[in-house]
Nanobody, 111 residues
């Protein structure tokens, strides 16, 4: 059973930064497409960024230029560096590896 462990969420002021991590068990990480999604309060889950096993990256327009997705296959870990955070980035953030979802980590941007 593949398991994902997310970390790095928390409370940050507008303009601040956070780095999310998602560590995967098992050895399939390097051949999986991976990504981050988020669910703002009262809204549906939405795509934040994805990265394929070959390294192709896609971002939601709302985070382009502020967020950076990366993967470290040797550590079976996915990252999301979030800079210039805005209140509208407040959400539960989920990582996904192939078809497996993490438990979610809360990110709150507020002064």
């Amino acid at each position: 059973q593949v398991q994902l462990v997310e970390s790095g969420g928390g409370l940050v002021q507008p303009g601040g930064s956070l780095r999310l991590s998602c560590a995967a068990s098992g050895s399939f990480f390097r051949v999986a497409n991976v990504g981050w999604y988020r669910q703002p309060p009262g809204k549906e889950r939405e795509l934040v960024a994805t990265i394929t096993r070959s390294g192709s990256i896609k971002y939601a327009d709302s985070v382009k230029g502020r967020f950076t997705i990366s993967r470290e296959n040797a550590k079976s870990t996915l990252y999301l560096q979030m800079n210039s955070l805005k209140p509208e980035d407040t959400a539960v953030y989920y990582c996904v590896v192939a078809t497996v979802w993490g438990q979610g980590t809360q990110v709150t941007v507020s002064s």
